[in-house]
Nanobody, 125 residues
């Protein structure tokens, strides 16, 4: 089993900055893709930013130029640096990771997607 541990989140004023982080822990052979979704009350879940070894980085149009996703050298953690925040960015931010793990001691032939519990980002006016 794999768990995603999130940190950061909180309250920030409009125009401010905030950084949230996520680390994948467990029996991991490779993290294929990792990033963040967000979900505001009454809204559908939205992909915010992601990184994949074969694709590079991707951002929602609404956050381009304001958010930056980055990871560590092992590829099992990801950070989202958020700048120029507005109340429209208020949401629960959910870390996700597509992980190739193990079946016993053998590398699995398929990957699974895991989700963090979510961290709340609130942007005040």
């Amino acid at each position: 089993q794999v768990q995603l541990v999130e940190s950061g989140g909180g309250l920030v004023q409009a125009g401010g900055s905030l950084r949230i982080s996520c680390t994948a822990v467990g029996m991991i052979f490779r993290v294929n893709k990792m990033g963040w979704y967000r979900q505001a009350p009454g809204e559908q879940r939205e992909l915010v930013a992601s990184f994949a070894s074969g694709e590079g980085t991707a951002y929602a149009d609404s956050v381009k130029g304001r958010f930056t996703i980055s990871g560590d050298h092992n590829g099992n953690s990801v950070n989202l640096q958020m700048s120029g925040l507005s109340p429209e960015d208020t949401a629960v931010y959910l870390c996700f990771a597509d992980v190739t793990g193990y079946e016993g001691i053998v590398i699995s032939t398929k990957s699974n997607t895991y989700w963090g519990k979510g961290t709340l980002v609130t942007v005040s006016r």
